[in-house]
């Protein structure tokens, strides 16, 4: 069996989740569970960044310690991982000792390898970025762009990092690695960023201004940078996990692709004689109403608060069917009802309402073999195996988003051979041809239904477990096997009714 790693970014405790934390949740926790149903032995990280500048002045301005403040605000986002049924192996935090003790000892190995070593700096500083700036980081009128807040020019010495030294391995690392960032343009964008000479990257602040964060082994006076330490995280949670090293998959956000995990991150593992990870997914942003995400301007979804009202897996659905990998995407309530109404409640619940209710009325609530076949069968037999020979590779590919645009197209053709066969004409009908076609068309019915819900999974799980229980049906453990058409609902025993997608309260 093959080790599959994936992991989230570690996201900073500096408030509450959003929808933009949901979305990467979401999106690896499909990833994840279709790589185990194509039988690898996935384990998938997610986790929280807790040290740091922001962090300590967030505590101070509650006036409680900074690791109750992490303690309060990190379970916010173990609990978003339950409520959006996220499949997760582990969470670390940084805070933790078992993350700690690494990040110490590469420190000190890098330390004593002259990787690091001690200078003075002046320069300017963004608190809300947490991190040094040069003037190429201006706006051209020389003012600083909005993202880095507050900007100080202060004077202090601490400890650097050689990372300038590596630039030129990383270049033709990327070189000869080509898909190493998805998507693949992005990577383009890694190289622009090296065409620039890299400066040294500094690793310190000193205690006297930032105490929350993790000592340097070799000087107990300052503590580390945050990115060397939250970095290490995808390392440390596996450290002692043979065999899952290096990961196959980074997912994050494209606004922390460079410089942290495409430059910092391979260089320093690169520097520690630590393989670097396989490849970096990053994705896009959404957007509330065709505006930027705000919550001090109302234009927010709080997602805890979203799957309370339309469900857990209404969600899941839209987000990963209307973001393509690697694009930004726009998060409106009307296109939400429009593909929670019109895609998941009139197509997808209709047609288990319909297969539900005609196998009741017409067949004692008990699914019949199929006696006979016709061109409508086979019509929709061919479509099965196209769509599911269509939809394993776009999977594959990170298309997510096509692949259950095909998943239901095939479920709107099974609900159109339903208006075809006519199930509550054929139930009237005397004549045994008619008999046989109705058995028939009730078989059909449940099976491309079990098949469609099969190729749903990764998506929906709890929406796929209750339209198999509806119809009797217990998942065998090798999800090819589910993909297969058969006759195997075949005696099962329906529910009465099923109410998947109900009509939201608000």
């Known amino acids: 069996m093959k080790t599959f790693y994936i992991t989230t970014a570690i996201d900073y405790v500096n408030g509450s989740p959003h929808l933009g934390h949901a979305y990467e949740k979401v999106l690896t926790d499909v990833i994840a569970r279709f790589r185990r149903m194509m039988g690898d032995q996935v384990y998938f990280l997610t986790g929280v960044d807790e040290h740091g500048q922001k962090v300590q ?289 009139n197509n997808l619940g209709n047609l288990v309402n319909r297969t539900l209710n005609m196998t009741n009325r017409f067949s004692a609530g008990i699914i019949p073999a199929a006696a006979t076949d016709g061109a409508p069968e086979e019509a929709l037999r061919a479509l099965w195996t196209k769509t599911r020979e269509e939809v394993i590779p776009l999977c594959e590919g990170f298309q997510f988003h096509i692949a259950l645009e095909r998943t239901f197209a095939f479920i709107t053709a099974t609900n159109a051979y339903i208006e075809l066969r006519a199930p509550w004409k054929l139930g009237k009908s005397a004549t045994p041809e008619d008999a046989a076609l109705l058995k028939t068309s009730l078989a059909t019915m449940a099976e491309a239904l079990r098949l469609g819900a099969a190729l749903l999974t990764a998506v929906m799980p709890s929406t796929v477990r209750k339209i198999n229980g509806v119809l009797g049906h217990e998942a065998g453990a090798v999800w090819s096997d589910e993909l297969a058409w058969g006759a195997r609902l075949t005696g099962r025993t329906v529910a009465a009714t099923a109410i998947l997608f109900p009509k939201p309260t608000t």
Not at 121 to 129: A, L, P, W
Not at 131 to 149: H, M
Not at 205 to 223: H, K, S
């Open 57 to 345: 002045q967030s505590a101070r301005k509650r006036g409680i310690e900074p690791q109750q403040f992490v303690d309060e605000v990190s379970q916010e986002f173990r609990a978003l991982c339950t409520k959006l049924d996220i499949s997760n192996d582990d969470f670390i935090r940084t805070t933790e000792e078992r993350h700690k003790q690494v990040v110490r000892q590469v420190l000190q190995q890098l330390f004593d390898k002259g990787e690091i070593y001690k200078a003075e700096y002046k320069g300017f500083y963004s608190t809300r970025q947490e991190q040094f700036l040069q003037d190429k980081d201006r706006n051209p009128d020389g003012s600083w762009p909005e993202l880095y807040g507050e900007v100080t020019e202060i004077t202090e010495t601490n400890y650097f990092f050689k990372l300038r030294s590596y630039q030129d391995w990383l270049i033709d690392f990327l070189k000869a690695n080509e898909s190493f960032v998805f998507p693949r343009y992005r990577q383009k964008q890694v190289l622009e960023f090296l065409s620039e000479p890299l400066n040294d990257l500094c690793i310190s602040r000193p205690r006297e201004r930032l105490e929350w964060g993790i000592p340097l082994p070799f000087d107990d006076g300052f503590v580390t940078y945050v990115w060397f330490d939250a970095l290490l995280t995808y390392y440390s949670a596996v450290v002692d996990r043979p065999g899952l090293w290096p990961a196959d998959f980074h997912v994050i956000g494209k606004d922390i692709l460079v410089p942290p995990h495409a430059v910092y991150w391979p260089i320093m593992l690169k520097a520690a004689g630590i393989e670097p990870p396989k490849s970096l997914l990053a994705h896009g942003w959404w957007s509330i109403n065709g505006a930027k995400m705000s919550k001090s301007t109302g234009n927010f979804v709080e997602p805890g608060e979203f799957v309370d009202t339309y469900g857990v897996d209404a969600l899941r659905y839209f987000m990963i069917r209307e973001m393509s990998v690697g694009q930004d995407s726009d998060f409106s309530l009307n296109q939400f009802l429009a593909r929670y109404n019109g895609e998941l409640a």
